[in-house]
């Protein structure tokens, strides 16, 4: 069992930044596959940003060159640096963990932390 507790979120206007941090727990946090995900009401959770466990990330198009996700393996967190925010970056974003046992992936989420970019 991996719990994510993610936080950082809140309201911003457009054209500024916020750093969204996801604690993960679990002594196993360097081998996690990390993700961010979010999700606009009424819209489907759509994939923002994911990172291996050797540090390689990925991003959707719609957030290159504006978003950065890192980790910090020492202290078991997920990081996501927003920058130049737009207002269709408004949803709620959610830190995702895929952990492999034996031969089988499973899926991990946080609760969701809101994010609000007015225009």
């Known amino acids: 069992q991996v719990r994510l507790v993610e936080s950082g979120g809140g309201l911003v206007q457009a054209g500024g930044s916020l750093r969204l941090s996801c604690a993960a727990s679990g002594s196993r946090f360097s081998m996690y596959a990390m993700g961010w995900y979010r999700q606009a009401p009424g819209k489907q959770r759509e994939l923002v940003a994911t990172i291996t466990s050797g540090g390689s990330p990925n991003y959707a198009d719609s957030v290159k060159d504006r978003f950065t996700i890192s980790r910090d393996n020492a202290k078991n967190t997920l990081y996501l640096q927003m920058n130049s925010l737009k207002p269709e970056d408004t949803a709620v974003y959610y830190c995702?963990?895929?952990?492999?046992?034996?031969?089988?992936?499973?899926?991990?989420w946080g609760q969701g932390t809101q994010v609000t970019v007015s225009s």
């Open positions: 995702n963990a895929k952990v492999q046992v034996l031969l089988t992936w499973y899926d991990y």
